[in-house]
């Protein structure tokens, strides 16, 4: 079966209907809220009220579970319940020239590898050349997938392809986004969120918002990109179809963005009159992996607007191993489906 397939968690699992509770269950903590969360500007509280997206950092702590119970081969049980979905608002395909809406995309795809720098690798050789060699077959199969979905676009053999992934573009973007995404944050700007953000990160955002204390304002700023020559980078690069015909073309990319941030804070209270908050102003270095996603439209090829769907840690060998027990399991169970 196909990585993008499998990634997807198989095709019956974005249309099975799931309840809050189950949803919430199958939710790890390791998918953060983007860039000025370090600055205490979205509070934690908000985020565990929130159904999040499943995610692959998700699909890793669950394949870990599995290998440390040493219950992997559990087909007949996994058959019998539901696999966990995920829905979203569906986009009006029978329109022509219709944008899709990015709120439709509701999980990080499986199988995003964002490499770690050199010195994380295993040192040991045989871990470290196994490590780099998923890393390898992970980054073909990516560009394999974005010139078949290019290629389809052609509306013939010797004409030109309606879509390209113009993959010079992906870091400007995010860069944009990083930093429209920081200062609305900073500023409470819930409009500026709305354009740049995915719907299941608004809603605890605006959260975090709404509960900060009167009085209080807050600044953001870019101070600067750190080490220019290695970032920002594109670490993944991943397109994956819904399913068939008209269903959308999810498109998602992580930028790895480093850059020093200078966060304060501000009294407007009367007695404050506007002045810096004692000891609020810090500067921090960050390395962020910043997740951004789209959809396309497999009948006009038109691309939706980039949206913010989160930040996402480093792949650990540990952490791909675990996911690929998951993944095994996922496949195995939709393959008892078709014997049935």
Not at 3 to 13: E, K, N, P, V
Not at 31 to 44: E, F, K, M, N
Not at 117 to 138: D, H, N, Q, V
Request: proline content about 6%; aromatic content about 6%; overall charge positive.
């Amino acid at each position: 079966m196909a990585a993008s397939r499998i990634g997807l968690c198989a095709r019956d699992m974005l249309s099975t209907p799931t309840t809050t509770t189950t949803m919430t269950r199958t939710m790890a903590a390791s998918t953060r809220l983007p860039a000025a969360s370090w600055a205490g500007l979205v509070s934690a509280g908000s985020r565990l009220q929130t159904v999040r997206p499943i995610s692959t950092s998700q699909c890793r702590e669950r394949g870990a579970q599995e290998r440390r119970s040493g219950r992997l081969a559990r087909d007949k049980e996994m058959g019998k319940q539901s696999a966990p979905s995920v829905t979203g608002p569906r986009s009006k395909l029978g329109q022509e020239g219709a944008v899709l809406s990015s709120a439709a995309v509701s999980m990080i795809l499986p199988a995003t590898f964002v490499r770690p720098p050199l010195s994380s690798f295993p040192r040991e050789p045989r871990k470290f050349l196994a490590f780099s060699w998923e890393l390898a077959k992970i980054r073909f199969s990516d560009i394999m997938q974005r010139i078949m979905i290019t290629f389809s676009s052609k509306p013939s053999m010797f004409k030109r392809a309606r879509w390209r992934a113009n993959n010079k573009s992906l870091i400007p973007v995010a860069k944009a986004l990083h930093r429209t995404f920081s200062e609305a944050v900073a500023t409470g700007d819930g409009e500026a969120l709305q354009r740049v953000v995915v719907n299941q990160l608004l809603v605890p955002l605006m959260s975090s918002i709404e509960t900060r204390p009167k009085g209080r304002r807050y600044g953001w700023e870019l101070v600067r990109y750190n080490k220019p020559l290695s970032y920002p980078r594109i670490t993944s690069h991943k397109l994956a179809l819904l399913g068939q015909g008209d269903s959308p073309i999810i498109r998602q990319a992580v930028v790895t963005i480093a850059s020093r941030q200078r966060r304060v804070e501000y009294d407007d209270s009367p007695a404050g009159r506007g002045r810096v908050v004692l000891g609020s102003e810090k500067e921090v270095d960050l390395v962020e992996n910043l997740l951004i996603t789209t959809t396309v439209n497999p009948r006009t090829w038109v691309q939706d607007d980039w949206r913010i769907f989160a930040t996402v840690r480093q792949t650990t060998p540990e952490d791909w191993e675990a996911e690929q027990v998951l993944l095994k399991a996922l496949e195995q169970q939709e393959i008892s489906k078709y014997k049935l």
